[in-house]
């Protein structure tokens, strides 16, 4: 992705950003480098949800006041915007607790096919049938499909990964066979930052009339993201990783799907007609919305988006794109780290995920919190991808577009901090 | 600063030179423990006769809060009854969950006390039980096999 346009104004976007001034640590200025776990929120979300709640709030699609009208006005055109933002049609999103949720929904969804009617016939697992992960999956796209392998029969593949910690995919037809019924693999790695060739993997699974499912967590925050473009059948992604709440995911899913799913999660707000023998349920996105929703969570992630659009998400990939080189570079340039993943930023996005030869993640983490340094330190719920790449865990630095070079720097200086403390460097 | 009240000085030495580590016959019982979060891991083998616990051996890989408090628990532990073993553990637990708050008996817990300034950080509490987490376990299955 390149981009023509002008730079981010940082400064005066940190400035929207009231916990990027605070201190920690007895006085340490705050340098948060774990947007990747959790970003922060600018004053203009906070302040529509409390306006939400001061002015509107209401339980949404139901109720016969002016309150209930005005919150589910507010609920249905954070859908929309949000859809809009996403390149996904309004009936197309789901909300959900979490992107979690979403993967859930999916592969409970498609467990639920087989005893559902003759339209859900093509989400039916049956045993032999196959389901393509990849190694580089986050836990939230992983153990919902291993669970759903061990309830139905089907059988669990996936791709490997190559030592530069990109997808092996020298033999995509060896993996994604006429078998396979579904294709779950992440847009952005969480832990390095390596996107995914969206293309490859839709046309291998589309060319055998599997399902694609797409970890969005990582993409739609960072940079412009079309799911009618990308052609996936279904994506998941998160409020709070994107400037929003958290308490909200969002699912796409393509509208034909989607009106053919089954339900997850059923009760109040999904059905159609209830009687004692049995119940017939809504059409999408309600049938997905089963029990109260969340609402100020909703509104929030819509004033996130349009804060979002207003910067400009081709200006924030770049940004981050700078940071990141930066880091690889500062952090490649000292001796004993190893930089885990790919060494270059091509196809990548903002996470640089390390290791610091005879420091701990866990001890170099907290090294870098008692200078303000904020990182995550573990495997990040990618245990599989740590295993492959010969890493027991790592100190991941994620950026977005309120971080600066200054902040690379202060993580560069925080490393040999940490290698100096534990007497190796 | 604030990093040094954590990392002791004999923290650090006993991640640097750990004592009875390695993993060795006889033993009753194993123990795995693994903290998720972080993926760190410990083997963790008791031999206890007549009641006393004669050795502990382990192996893992985690970080210097994880295999120093393992280290500290080997020096307690070994050669003392069982139930001063566990009288011990309860000690560095209560010490360990006290937010900083519990005065560490050092006739007790020796080294152990040093931990005191890890209680301050509760992420790191279960880094600093991970070791003797596996400890009670073990002891528990060689008493369940006895």
Redesign the interface.
């Known amino acids: 992705m390149t981009t023509t346009a002008a730079p981010l104004d940082v400064t005066a976007l940190r400035a929207d950003f009231p916990i990027l001034s605070r201190t920690v ?2 006085g340490k200025r705050l340098v948060y480098l774990d947007s990747g776990a959790t970003s922060q929120r600018p004053t203009q979300v906070l302040d529509a949800e409390k306006a939400f709640l001061e002015q509107h709030n209401a339980a949404v699609h139901r109720g016969a006041h002016q309150l209930a009208e005005e919150a589910t006005d507010a609920y249905e055109g954070a859908r929309q915007r949000i859809a809009d933002f996403v390149g996904a049609d309004f009936g197309e999103l789901v909300f959900t607790k979490n992107a979690t949720e979403g993967f859930n929904l999916v592969a409970y969804a498609m467990g639920n096919a087989a005893t559902s009617g003759p339209e859900a016939a093509r989400f039916v697992l049956n045993p032999g049938d196959e389901i393509v992960v990849t190694e580089m999956e986050h836990h939230a796209n992983l153990v919902p499909w291993q669970q759903v392998a061990q309830r139905t029969g089907a059988v669990l593949k996936w791709f490997k990964l190559n030592p530069d910690g990109r997808l092996d995919l020298s033999d995509v037809d060896s993996v994604i066979t006429p078998r396979t019924k579904v294709v779950a693999f992440t847009h952005q790695s969480n832990v390095t930052g390596v996107i995914n060739p969206v293309s490859v993997l839709v046309a291998a699974a589309q060319k055998v009339g599997a399902i694609t499912v797409l970890d969005a967590c990582q993409s739609v925050p960072h940079g412009p993201v079309d799911f009618h473009a990308l052609g996936v059948d279904f994506a998941s992604f998160s409020g709070h990783k994107m400037l929003g709440p958290s308490g909200i995911g969002v699912l796409y899913g393509r509208r034909e799907l989607l009106e053919a799913l089954p339900p997850f999660i059923t009760g109040g707000s999904m059905i159609e007609l209830v009687k004692m023998e049995g119940s017939t349920f809504a059409p999408p996105p309600q049938r997905f919305e089963a029990g109260s929703p969340m609402t100020s969570q909703a509104v929030g992630l819509g004033a996130a988006v349009d804060y979002l659009s207003v910067v400009g998400m081709e200006r924030i990939h770049a940004h981050e794109h700078a940071l990141t080189v930066a880091a690889l570079e500062g952090l490649g340039s000292i001796p004993g780290v190893r930089l885990i993943g790919p060494q270059d930023a091509v196809d990548r996005g903002g996470a640089v995920p390390f290791e610091i030869e005879g420091v ?4 170099a983490g ?2 870098l919190d ?1 200078l303000g340094i904020a990182v995550r ?3 990040h719920c990618a ?1 599989p991808l ?1 295993r492959c790449l010969n890493a ?2 790592s100190v991941r630095a994620t950026f977005y577009l309120y971080n600066t070079l200054d902040e690379v720097d202060a993580l560069v200086d925080g490393v040999r901090e940490a290698q100096k ?2 007497g190796v460097a | ?3 040094q009240q ?2 002791q000085e004999i923290i ?1 030495d006993h991640y640097k030179n750990p004592h009875g580590r390695g993993l060795r016959d006889p033993y009753d019982a194993e123990s795995f423990q693994v903290n998720p ?4 891991e410990v083997t963790l083998r008791v031999h206890v006769v007549d009641d006393v616990v004669q050795d502990v051996s382990y192996d893992g ?5 994880s295999q120093a408090s393992t280290s500290v628990l080997t020096d307690l532990v070994v050669g003392k009854p069982v139930g001063e073993a566990f009288k011990k553990m309860d000690a560095f637990v209560e010490l360990m969950q006290g937010r900083g708050q519990v005065e560490p008996d050092e006739d007790v817990l020796e080294d152990g006390i040093a931990f005191a300034g890890v209680a301050k ?1 509760p992420a ?1 509490v279960k ?1 600093a039980l991970l070791g003797w987490m596996a400890f009670k376990d073990a002891v528990a299955r060689s008493q369940g096999a006895a």
């Open positions: 640590r007895d701990h993640p866990h001890d907290q090294v008692s330190v573990g495997h245990w740590h027991q865990s403390f534990f | 600063m604030q990093l954590m990392y650090l979060t972080c993926g760190d890989q985690g970080c210097s809060i950080y790191r880094c």
